[in-house]
Nanobody, 123 residues
């Protein structure tokens, strides 16, 4: 499975962006999927995850209430709607396909990773 993330860019604080992650084939439709991010000089961290059927979303505390994860299995695409963006959200964002069917926060539970899309939030 190849994952292609897109939608990153430069936005002012308080603005919104929508990230997309297209999977190369529908093998991901039975798997949980997630978003992670890596800020400058920081380790990669969990952002949000969703189960195979679009239910049970989970979020990092830092983005709860501002970000929304969703998916379209018919389009083999994962989304991350990011609202009320803050400068500390600046990072490279990565999508991933989980080994299992459910949403998970653990990086080791993911087997396929996209190449990342850069989000920059100016103050």
């Amino acid at each position: 499975v190849q994952l292609q993330a897109s939608g990153g860019g430069l936005v002012q604080a308080g603005g919104s962006l929508r990230l997309s992650c297209a999977a190369s084939r529908r093998a991901s439709s039975n798997n949980g999927m997630g978003w992670f991010r890596q800020r400058a000089e920081k380790e990669r961290e969990f952002v949000a995850a969703i189960s195979w059927n679009g239910g049970s979303p989970v979020y990092a505390d830092s983005v709860q209430g501002r970000f929304t994860i969703s998916r379209s299995n018919s389009r083999s695409t994962l989304y991350l709607q990011m609202d009320s963006l803050k400068p500390e959200d600046t990072a490279a964002y990565y999508c991933a396909v989980a080994i299992g069917s459910w949403a998970t926060r653990r990086e080791s539970d993911y087997k396929y990773w996209g190449q990342g899309t850069l989000v920059t939030v100016s103050s």
